[in-house]
């Protein structure tokens, strides 16, 4: 069982930047995949970015290649998500959650999600 809690998130003009951090209870942290979702109003939940257990492998959405970034410290059982160029379209609720199965990763545990919103 994990249980995953976003935070970082906010108000921020285009442009900035924000990092978002996912941090997970539970020992068994370090074998899980682990990716970030985010839900715009009135659109269905896509997937942004994820990252294999031990953190060798990462794969993006492409609306957010070259602008973010996901990395994970299993010490700290944390997963981030690095937001850079922020622009108006990425606003959202964003999601983190955990899985099994690389690369086709079937997530099992999500959190609770952490608002993002980009002014113009």
């Known amino acids: 069982q994990v249980q995953l809690v976003e935070s970082g998130g906010g108000l921020v003009q285009a442009g900035g930047s924000l990092r978002l951090s996912c941090a997970a209870s539970?020992?068994?942290?370090?074998?899980?995949?682990m990716g970030w979702f985010r839900q715009a109003p009135g659109k269905e939940r896509e997937f942004v970015a994820r990252?294999?257990?031990?953190?060798?492998?990462?794969y993006y959405v492409d609306s957010v290649k070259g602008r973010f970034k996901i990395s994970r410290d299993d010490a700290k059982n944390t997963v981030y998500l690095q937001m850079n160029s922020l622009k108006p379209e990425d606003t959202a609720v964003y999601y983190c959650a955990a899985g099994s199965n690389w690369p086709q990763v079937v997530y099992d545990y999500w959190g609770p999600g952490t608002q993002v919103t980009v002014s113009s």
């Open positions: 990252i294999s257990w031990g953190g060798r492998s990462t």
């Open positions: 539970g020992r068994t942290f370090g074998s899980y995949h």
